[in-house]
């Protein structure tokens, strides 16, 4: 059974930062992309991260890049987001997921392109 687990949310204040992590159990781990989305309240679910199985292709969202990076310790199973120089606008609620991409395919960043899902974890940027 898969199962997807995140990790690391809370309450900060702008311009402070956070890493969330999700780890993962039930698949070979290293064989999948791994995303991270979020969604606010009344909004919804959004792509935010994404990294290839190797860990040296990544994607990001134009509103978190330069601002949020995400890794995967495949030895450990898990992915991270580390989220620097956080906004109001970042509160959500943070999912991570994981898909089978062939290796020529871009990164995905549609909900539809990810097999399995995280419980999500909470993350709310005060102002």
């Known amino acids: 059974q898969v199962q997807l687990v995140e990790s690391g949310g809370g309450l900060v204040q702008t311009g402070g930062s956070l890493r969330v992590s999700c780890a993962a159990s039930?698949?070979?781990?290293?064989?999948?992309?791994m995303g991270w989305f979020r969604q606010a309240p009344g909004k919804e679910r959004d792509f935010v991260a994404a990294?290839?199985?190797?860990?040296?292709?990544?994607s990001y969202a134009d509103s978190v890049k330069g601002r949020f990076t995400i890794s995967r310790d495949n030895a450990k199973n898990t992915v991270y987001l580390q989220m620097n120089s956080l906004k109001p606008e970042d509160t959500a609620v943070y999912y991570c997921?994981?898909?089978?991409?062939?290796?020529?395919?871009?990164?995905?960043?549609?909900?539809?392109?990810?097999?399995?899902w995280g419980q999500g974890t909470q993350v709310t940027v005060s102002s």
């Open positions: 997921a994981a898909g089978v991409v062939v290796a020529a395919e871009a990164l995905p960043i549609r909900e539809y392109e990810y097999d399995y």
């Open positions: 039930g698949l070979t781990f290293s064989s999948y992309t």
């Open positions: 990294i290839r199985w190797g860990g040296g292709d990544t």
